[in-house]
């Protein structure tokens, strides 16, 4: 005969609540004894009254076991049903995971093994359908989960950072810039822009605030250093850069086709300054840093947008469509 010890009972009670039961599926006390025999053999010893005082002392000490008992006479049915994230959530937190290109195909199969083991098993099973996304743009870099952990240490702390960066040349290999030398920064925050995270930090050298793809850093390292606070509103910053390029912030007016008016709030909220022209066309003003990553965003509009002020951006607009109309003469 196997007896098991009163803690051991109560955490292996614990497990089957939270691994076999939710609101459709349920455990009687007989089930329950069942699944126990079934872990440490036939022949170990429990008592349902022991049971029963495990199962009040969970719910005295606010784990939720829900007690199912429709009429006198039947068998109660006991299970555990209120979790920290609801089937949706969870659901929402795998599609994250899935359609984010920095995390690696391994890493993306273990993060949704682990999210799937926040529910049950049966309603895990509910979560095997995850959107569906190219496998091949995912990030083949091993570096980026022990970055990350690391550029949220040094931000919190307003530790100077140092890392290596790169790009992949014509040849898909990857290459370091600066021929291999270190990048010292002030690390201001960590942004998810067009499915990669992004490094905002102050570059010493070049005296200016610039944007790092962290899939793309190798070998970073908190430094003892440290820097005082300084304000600095992640939100308002990037909503004023366009495909995560930096530059100077100055006003700028754009006329839009009225069929642009959704992506324009989705970019910059229902608050933006707009006002209409015509019946065919509105004025946006808002603040912008002034980039190629602005100056791509405007023409990907095509014949719907165009630049009002500054005359420089205009100027270098139309600069980039003679090229373009150059190049397919050519």
């Known amino acids: 005969m196997i007896r098991i010890d009163n803690k051991e009972r109560l955490l292996r009670l614990m497990t089957i609540f939270t691994q076999e039961t939710d609101e459709d599926h349920e455990l009687s006390l007989d089930e329950i004894i069942l699944r126990f025999k079934q872990i440490y053999g036939p022949d170990v010893k429990l008592n349902k009254n022991s049971l029963k005082d495990d199962i009040n002392h969970l719910i005295n000490h606010s784990f939720d076991v829900t007690i199912n008992q429709e009429k006198d006479g039947l068998p109660k049915y006991y299970s555990h049903q209120y ?121 010493y050298d070049a005296g200016e605030i610039r944007h790092y793809r962290v899939d793309r850093l190798r070998n970073v390292e908190v430094m003892n250093e440290s820097f005082p606070y300084e304000a600095f509103d992640v939100s308002k910053y990037v909503q004023s850069t366009f495909h995560m390029f930096a530059g100077d912030e100055e ?35 808002t603040k912008a840093r002034i980039s ?29 469509i003679a090229n373009m109309n150059k190049l397919y003469q050519s």
């Open 251 to 285: 006003w700028i007016k754009i006329k839009l086709h009225n069929q642009l008016i959704n992506v324009i709030i989705d970019k910059f909220g229902k608050n933006v300054d707009i006002k209409k022209q015509d019946e065919d066309h509105f004025i946006l003003s």
């Open 83 to 203: 979790r920290l994230f609801e089937l949706h959530e969870l659901r929402m937190l795998i599609d994250a995971v899935v359609s984010a290109k920095f995390i690696t195909k391994q890493e993306t199969r273990q993060l949704i093994d682990k999210i799937r083991k926040l529910t049950s098993a049966h309603q895990g099973k509910k979560l095997q359908n995850e959107i569906q996304v190219d496998s091949s743009i995912k990030s083949e870099s091993p570096f980026i989960r022990l970055a990350i952990h690391d550029l949220h240490q040094a931000i919190s702390e307003r530790r100077i950072i140092e890392f290596q960066y790169g790009r992949y040349d014509i040849d898909k290999k990857f290459n370091l810039s600066h021929e291999g030398s270190l990048y010292k920064v002030k690390p201001y925050a960590l942004t998810w822009a067009n499915d990669f995270y992004y490094l905002i930090a102050y570059y």
């Open 292 to 320: 190629g990553g602005l100056v791509n965003w405007i023409l990907s509009f095509g014949s719907k947008a165009k630049v009002i002020s500054p005359v420089s951006l205009s100027e270098t607009v139309k600069q980039e």
